[in-house]
């Protein structure tokens, strides 16, 4: 049943919540978005229930025709004889009992639309206490009369109402038991809604108005109402483009892009209309574009067989390569990323549901549209398809948008929003290939486009099959290492100790904490400076890469472990210097007698989750994996209904599929910041959690029993997953209502800032209650800052604050209020300031070289592309590009400190 539901309701739902979540971003309005959402559906569904019609009419005419014989034989007949001679009679005029069915069509098409409708409305939470005209709560029934006890809902009696005004218009004539069906069903449906919430009534109210403006419509005898139907749908597109421009208030770009959509739709129908009478003088003038080479492949007889394989292959080719082929490469790049997730351990599970969902859009209901209507609208369909085909690979292959890193929860970590040129571009090369595929039908050549959607298919099915071996085979090597947790976490221990009488040296990594924020969160909450008790912050810091794959190694190896200087040592692969840096501070702790811990490191063995291996052979270091470990507990206590990363997936891996077959131009309105029209904007908020809820828990966390010195080397990601949060303490939160006073209160990227130093000022606040603060030193950094430019503004071609990490660095018994200093500083600093005074010879055990400083009193050079995709295994040097690659010196901030390392 969940697969069958999968198939046939789910598509219809997942497109009503798209109508529905893009209504409310366009208009700010609940009620209207309800309204919006029933013409829009019934506006789609138009085209079917006019098929139905003619299929009911003409099942009505036959029954009228065949009825007086039928009746003569009932009357005379009785028996086994009466169903034999019906049986001959039936046959005699190409018929058979079961064609009645026809009649029902119209009903049949309703069903899928009401439980999708139902299922969406019912218990829509954004809904709750929301009024709208009359009605006082669109979750709730509409009680709008009430007599004593008693209170009516005016709403269902209004739309019981209208259904059988609408009936009585189209029954006219009819005989007396098709008006009881109809009748019958609108009194079903006054039963089931009756109840039910308001915003459901309305939806089903505003499609029974539809239905009777149908009705009206159908039944005047004008010769023309084919071309007044197109002039009131053009009026209600420009009306909508004017409203858009003239009165809404929302962003200006997605105002300007929806209204020229609504002008384009005004206007298209209008200039096929013109094009078919140009085509036709055309035709009679004796063109190569004759309408007989278009009918060779159009008319009914000649191409039934042709025009059904072609439409079949097409969108079985857009089945697999939205089922399949793009859910697989997105996965295979990084699988162990998509797997291990809640319940689910291998990955290949989230493409079988995106291939179940996509066998629903483009192959039940595809079929199903196309069996519907006549010969002629199959050949049109026919034709359309390839067209389609061909427009979804151009999108996939030749414009697939450079929009950053995507989180495992389908988010980027750059915008989506396509470029005036790249807008153009892809429109025109998707119309010259539309128009060479129309050429080719119209010239009679469907053979060729044919074949070219079978080769299609065919490549699509062993580019997937690879992409699945490939995702397979990284799963079967993971179960190696992966270590099964079959209870649920349902409390928090420590797991990790802090000594009172010991040294403490405590290294976090923030991932893509941004340093420029951090004046602006200190000017917001003052108390900070002294919560940073000890603490100095360097604004003037530079990273060697502005991604974590290059960005990181410096951190845990320093210096010898920048990109220039792994590449000097081109005899070692790159994936044993990576794990020699993320070693090399827990070994140097942990053979001086430390206690240390290790959570979270950056792609160990060039893995993306949770190979530890490479602290196996060293007993003293426990190496651990938090990240997202503690989210479902933290959202269960704190009582917010936040979907899980399985659930996401399960739902947004198919709108990732049809964002990446669609123009540059629409894929915004499918993105959604992140929220891929979902109702919920989670998906962020559950990635955020995922490094949020550890900061939070950090005293919980923290033991404080251990003998003698620690090293503690955390890495968090709450500052790369970015969500709005509820300021001033900037903690998460199901509705957003203060963004804060920040100048920088709208950006997503401040708020996890902001929340990650007050989590951790809530745990130095712990610590010092534990007396752990003073016998601390701390060090908070980051590997990279944003890729967007927030904060530094200056006249250089690149953006700085990505190369500017966050600086944080309290020693032991530091005092005094939080102190800022412009020293040059690099985040290959961090092994030599953790480990001095500590341990007394500060040499890197992998090579024997000395830990220090020395290498920044030269300037530095700095990777400005590459460490976005990890390097094979037998990769020994990363690949550089000194024409774009920068060295700098002395103060970040100064242009005139950056040279091109090769002029």
């Known amino acids: 049943m969940e697969i069958l539901y999968t198939i046939i309701i789910y598509p219809i739902v997942l497109f009503i919540e798209f109508v529905f979540v893009f209504s409310l971003k366009v208009f700010k309005d609940t009620g209207l978005s309800v309204v919006v959402l029933s013409i829009v559906v019934s506006l789609i569904c138009l085209p079917l229930y006019i098929v139905a019609e003619k299929w009911q009419q003409l099942e009505r005419d036959v029954q009228k025709k065949l009825k007086p014989k039928i009746d003569k034989i009932k009357a005379v007949f009785k028996g086994d004889e009466q169903y034999m001679i019906l049986s001959a009679y039936y046959r005699q005029n190409h018929y058979h009992p079961v064609y009645a069915m026809r009649s029902t069509f119209g009903l049949l098409i309703q069903i899928p639309f009401f439980i999708a409708a139902y299922k969406f409305l019912s218990h829509l939470e954004v809904l709750n206490g929301v009024p709208f005209l009359f009605i006082h709560d669109l979750s709730a029934p509409d009680g709008l009369v009430s007599i004593a006890v008693l209170r009516i809902n005016i709403l269902p009696i209004v739309m019981t109402a209208i259904n059988i005004i609408t009936g009585s218009i189209y029954m006219r004539g009819f005989p007396l038991k098709d008006k009881a069906q109809l009748y019958g069903m609108a009194a079903i449906f006054l039963v089931l809604l009756y109840n039910s919430a308001s915003a459901l009534v309305l939806y089903w109210t505003m499609n029974n108005v539809f239905s009777l403006a149908k009705n009206c419509y159908f039944k ?5 109402k084919f071309k007044i139907m197109l002039l009131v749908f053009s009026a209600a597109c420009v009306l909508l483009a004017v409203y ?12 300007t892009s929806l209204s020229v959509l609504f002008i384009s739709a005004s206007v298209i129908p209008w200039i096929i209309i013109a094009a078919q009478k140009i085509f036709r003088k055309f035709s009679k003038a ?29 969108f079985a080719a857009l089945w697999a390569l939205t089922g399949f082929f793009l859910p697989s490469q997105l996965i295979a790049s990084s699988p162990i990323e998509f797997s291990y997730i809640d319940k689910h351990t291998s990955p290949l599970f989230f493409i079988l549901v995106t291939a179940v969902q996509s066998f629903g859009f483009f192959i039940f209901w595809a079929s199903c549209l196309y069996f519907l209507f006549s010969q002629k609208i199959k050949n049109i369909f026919a034709a359309a398809a390839p067209i389609l085909l061909a427009l979804a690979l151009c999108n996939v292959f030749l414009f697939t948008g450079n929009y950053g890193i995507i989180s495992v929860n389908l988010v980027y970590d750059s915008s989506v929003d396509p470029s005036l040129p790249d807008i153009t571009l892809n429109l025109a090369v998707l119309f010259v290939i539309a128009i060479f595929i129309i050429v080719l039908f119209f010239l009679g050549r469907q053979k060729i486009v044919t074949a070219a959607s079978l080769l299609c298919l065919f490549s699509i099915i062993c580019l997937s099959a690879y992409n699945i071996f490939s995702i397979q085979k990284e799963y079967a090597v993971s179960q190696e290492y992966h270590i099964n947790s079959d209870s649920e976490l349902t409390k928090v221990k420590p797991i990790f100790e802090l ?24 000017a917001e909450s003052p108390e900070l400076n002294s919560i940073y008790k000890g603490f100095t912050y360097y604004p003037n810091t530079v990273s060697f890469n502005g991604y974590t794959r290059l960005g990181a ?47 979270d490191p950056p792609y160990p063995n060039y893995s993306t989750k949770e190979d530890l291996r490479i602290y196996n052979e060293y007993s003293g270091v426990n190496a651990l994996i938090t990240d997202s470990v503690y989210t479902e507990l933290w959202i269960n206590e704190h009582d917010m209904d936040f979907p899980s990363t399985s659930e996401i997936l399960e739902r947004d891996l198919f709108c990732y599929s049809i964002f990446k077959i669609a123009p540059p131009a629409l894929r915004r309105g499918i993105y959604l910041q992140g929220d891929w029209c979902a109702l919920v904007s989670s998906q962020k908020m559950t990635l955020t959690l995922n490094g949020y809820s550890v900061l939070d828990y950090l005293p919980e966390l923290t033991g404080t029993t ?39 209160n709208k950006e997503m990227a401040y708020h996890v800032n902001a929340a990650a130093i007050k989590r951790l000022g809530d745990w130095f606040e712990y610590l010092k209650e534990q007396g752990l603060y003073d016998n601390s030193r701390i060090i908070l950094v980051a590997d990279h800052g944003p890729e967007v430019n927030f904060v530094t503004k200056i006249d250089l071609p690149f953006n700085v604050d990505q190369f500017n990490p966050l600086l944080l660095v309290k020693d032991f018994n530091a005092e005094g209020e939080l102190k800022t200093d412009m020293t040059f500083m690099s985040n290959a600093d961090i092994p030599y300031l953790a480990l001095k005074d500590q341990i007394e010879n500060l040499v890197n055990p992998f090579t024997g070289n000395e830990i220090n400083m020395k290498l920044k009193e030269s300037p530095l050079y700095i990777a400005m592309s590459g460490g976005i995709h990890l390097e094979t295994s037998d990769t020994a040097v990363f690949t550089l590009n000194p024409k774009k690659d920068y060295y700098v010196h002395d103060n970040i901030f100064d242009p005139k400190n950056w040279e091109r390392a090769e002029k």
């Open 220 to 224: 005047i005898g004008y010769k023309h």
């Open 244 to 255: 858009l421009m003239l009165i809404h208030t929302g962003n200006i770009s997605i105002r």
């Open 286 to 314: 004796g063109s190569v574009f004759s309408r007989d080479s278009f009918i060779h492949f159009a008319a009914a007889d000649s191409s039934k067989e042709k025009s059904s394989a072609v439409f079949f292959i097409s």
């Open 499 to 522: 000594s009172k009488t010991g040294r403490n040296t405590i290294v976090i990594m923030l991932d893509r904490a941004i340093n420029g924020f951090f004046p602006h969160i200190l």
């Open 553 to 599: 190694p410096p951190i845990f190896g320093g210096y010898e472990y920048t990109p220039l200087e792994i590449n000097r040592r081109d005899n070692v692969p790159l994936v044993t210097k990576h794990n020699e840096a993320l070693l090399m501070l827990p070994r140097i702790f942990s053979e001086a007698g430390y206690s240390v811990t290790v959570t």
């Open 706 to 744: 251990a003998d003698g010195d620690t090293a503690l080397i955390m890495v968090n990601n709450t500052t790369h997953e970015v969500s709005f949060l509820q300021a001033p303490e900037y903690r998460p939160a199901l509705t957003v209502t203060d963004y804060g006073k920040s100048p920088f």
